[in-house]
């Protein structure tokens, strides 16, 4: 096969992959009543057919993406795959809560493999830059569209199907990305073995994100100053600590420390969380106010996110890349918070009279809007500066970062509004959290990213070009 097409083609493998990963995070959201009811379960235990998988999912990320470095990242993202795939059988044939579960938490960490390779592998596929800011832009699509799909083709499945298709549904996605993805994608040559491998630093950051998403997800039930949630977190910086301890003192750490100074990988970082803080918010909070208030179906309220998902697939088509190589990266993700800040102002103010046209409609536009200004330049100016061995760290760390401050918004932004308002007040104030989570990455931006990011040599580094 010609060597370019199988790169485009390998680009449509690992996307595949990502779309499975995102899918999951948000199908299973609409069709949790009708699991309860036939599994039986509580509404406490409930939570936990979405936490089990945001724990493992965000635990094993940059463990991930440091094993696709050193081993091989095919390698490694064809196992996450694999996994994910079993798992989603097991999930399918569920027939208690225990085992539902249980069979979340393996494809969260089927989904952390997969994911944490996924951003190295393009960034090594695609080394110019005109061609990695269309790659970008296709993967953007998918992560930034992949949610609101995912609520439809939730509600979907469980009214007209039933909610054991929310998983069936992932088994020939995955039987092809894996059959396809052993052909099409190319291994890198991996780091290796030789100098040992870090098993002391693998358990302890693992452990870490382990215990730290646990302490975030469960403490709205426990309250953020019970001991149960202090007790969680402090471990969990307690580990982290050691583990950066042990990292400086290791010839052949997990992970070299020298990555936290790359200043735009860890500026575009923190900003991709506070950004994600925001937008993870909007989609579960959104989700409650058009079915709570409004009345709305699973499908309906699917449907209603579909402009969001609509102007993204445009600014992802090509649009933003090509903005952004006119005006440069650091000004278009400018433009894209202010947006998304805009779209949260105006969802502060609704209420139950508000109708769907044209107060809604034109949020959802906006968000979608500045999702699709924001995606793209964030993913390239992260990995802008990061050298090609390091590829898969980088992703990894900045996958890490993402996930656990979604969590981290989700869960502070819905426990302080449920405790401060009541009625629509509370969906209100959840979204003038948001807006001012997204405000926070607008204020690093401003303060932190560069308006150009220094370039390395193509054979030293992942190079970005701007074009200001």
């Known amino acids: 096969m010609n060597s370019n097409l199988r790169r485009w083609a390998a680009l449509v493998v690992v996307c595949l992959g990502q779309l499975m990963i995102v899918l999951d995070s948000t199908i299973v959201n609409v069709a949790l009543p009708f699991m309860q009811r036939d599994l039986g379960f509580s509404q406490s235990s409930l939570t936990w057919v979405v936490n089990a998988y945001l724990i493992a999912y965000g635990s094993f990320l940059l ?20 996994l994910f795939t079993v798992a989603s059988v097991g999930s399918g044939f569920a027939t208690s809560a225990d085992h539902l579960i249980a069979g979340r938490f393996l494809q969260g960490l089927g989904g952390s493999l997969s994911a944490g390779v996924i951003i190295a592998i393009i960034v090594t596929e695609f080394q110019k830059p005109a061609e990695r800011a269309q790659a970008m832009s296709v993967f953007t699509l998918v992560i930034a569209g992949g949610g609101s799909l995912g609520l439809l083709a939730g509600g979907a499945l469980a009214q007209w199907a039933s ?80 583990f950066v301890l042990l990292e400086s003192r290791l010839r052949n750490p997990l992970v070299p420390l020298r990555i936290f100074s790359i200043r735009s990988l860890v500026g575009a970082t923190a900003a991709r969380g506070l950004l994600f803080a925001g937008m993870f918010t909007n989609f579960f909070v959104g989700a409650l106010f058009l079915q709570n208030v409004h009345g709305y179906t699973a499908f309906a309220t699917g449907l209603a996110f579909l402009p969001t998902t609509l102007t993204i697939g445009v600014m992802s088509a090509g649009l933003a890349a090509r903005i952004m ?3 440069g990266p650091r000004n278009l993700l400018l433009a894209g918070l202010a947006v998304i800040i805009t779209a949260l102002a105006i969802l502060s103010g609704v209420d139950g009279g508000t109708g769907y046209m044209p107060t809604l409609l034109a949020a959802y536009v906006l968000l979608g809007a500045g999702a699709g200004m924001s995606f793209l330049p964030l993913l390239v100016i992260s990995m802008s500066e990061v050298p090609l061995a390091d590829a898969g760290l980088g992703s990894g760390f900045s996958n890490v970062v993402m996930q656990v401050g979604g969590a981290l918004g989700l ?13 629509t007040g509370t969906f209100q104030l959840a979204y003038v959290l948001a807006a001012i989570a997204v405000a926070a990455a607008l204020a690093v931006t401003v303060a932190v990213l560069r308006s150009a990011p220094a370039v390395q040599p193509a054979h030293e580094s992942v190079h970005l070009e701007e074009a200001a």
Do not use: C, Q
Not at 411 to 423: K, L, N, Y
């Open 163 to 242: 909610w054991h298709w929310i998983f069936f549904i992932n088994v020939p996605i995955g039987v092809a990305t894996m059959a396809l993805g052993a052909w099409l994608i190319r291994e890198n040559e991996g780091l290796g073995l030789r100098h040992g491998v870090d098993i002391s630093g693998a358990v302890l950051i693992t452990a870490a994100l382990m215990l730290g998403v646990y302490g975030i997800v469960t403490a709205a039930d426990f309250g953020w100053t019970s001991t149960h949630t202090l007790g969680f977190e402090g471990a969990a910086v307690s580990l982290l600590i050691a």
């Open 325 to 327: 190589a006119r005006i």
């Open 63 to 82: 463990v991930a993406g440091r094993l696709g470095d050193l081993i091989g990242r095919r390698k490694v993202f064809l196992a996450g795959v694999f």
């Open 411 to 423: 869960a502070s932004i819905t426990s302080i509004s449920t405790s401060s308002a009541e009625g």
